[in-house]
């Protein structure tokens, strides 16, 4: 019989491979599927193939994600992807986008929200240039910002009233980078100041991980990835909560609230992940 050792060693270049293979091949089929869609239809072809391609790494990666909330309810309200299972939508019933905030940890968020959020993802601007991910993420209609300038900044800020405006969920990690543990540290606020502009709700979203250690903090991403990739199961659980009205309120008002309750869906999901084992 193989040793654990070993095996845990092959998952990192296995599930590499898997991720390669995954990115070009739904990519190919988001443009024949774009291609032969009706042009009114392109938004949701794309929403579509995100959630599947999304769905796939975390199947890849062993994500056992634990979802409560907001998603349970939407879920059994009929929100449900093409094979059954529930998401959260983009957009509010008056058709203005949503604007979800969620703690960041890992790399792996990405994949999450890939899976069970219908957003536009906000990120640092470095990724729209790496081999295979940049694609995707450039595909996708992700927001890149470089955090070192102000006149970026802005621009994402003008791009995320924008999206709001035109129907489209954004998701931002609005403490700007990765940290460790369950404590959310406070909160930039970009993401808030444009869906104050725009009156977009707020829905906020805590997640946490159990099992090996996932944080991305003082390492490589390679590192990192190669880290995660080891594991056989990593449990995740997200709690998502009640949309936070933004019309007619202070953004540093919207932005504390917001912190307050990702913080209680933080110790929420945890709470979840300990009594699920």
Not at 46 to 73: C, E, N, P, S
Not at 201 to 226: K, N, Q, R, W
Request: aromatic letters at 8%.
């Amino acid at each position: 019989m193989v040793s654990a050792r070993p095996l845990d060693a092959l998952r990192f270049p296995l599930r590499t491979a898997g991720f390669v293979g995954l990115t070009f091949g739904m990519y190919g089929l988001l443009e024949v599927d774009t291609a032969i869609s009706p042009a009114a239809d392109r938004e949701v072809v794309l929403h579509t193939w995100m959630r599947r391609y999304g769905r796939a790494l975390l199947k890849l990666y062993g994500l056992d994600v634990r979802a409560g909330g907001l998603f349970q309810g939407e879920r059994a309200a009929g929100a449900a992807d093409p094979a059954g299972a529930g998401y959260c939508p983009g957009r509010d019933a008056a058709g203005v986008g949503r604007l979800f905030v969620m703690n960041h940890r890992s790399a792996l968020d990405i994949m999450i929200t890939l899976a069970f959020f219908e957003a536009t993802v906000v990120s640092r601007a470095d990724l729209a240039g790496w081999p295979v991910i940049g694609m995707a993420a450039r595909r996708v209609g992700t927001l890149f910002v470089d955090r070192s300038s102000k006149r970026s900044g802005s621009a994402v800020v003008q791009a995320m009233c924008a999206a709001l405006k035109g129907g489209r969920g954004v998701m931002v990690y609005p403490e700007g980078t990765t940290f460790s543990g369950d404590e959310v540290r406070p909160f930039r606020a970009g993401g808030f100041t444009a869906a104050c502009r725009v009156g977009a709700e707020i829905v906020p979203v805590g997640l946490v991980y159990g099992g090996a250690e996932s944080s991305y903090v003082d390492e490589s991403f390679t590192a990192h990835m190669a880290r995660v990739s080891r594991a056989r199961r990593i449990p995740v659980a997200i709690e998502v909560g009640a949309p936070i009205a933004t019309v007619g309120q202070d953004v540093g008002e919207v932005r504390d609230e917001s912190h307050r309750a990702v913080q209680a869906l933080v110790h929420r999901a945890r709470a979840r992940l300990v009594a699920d084992g």
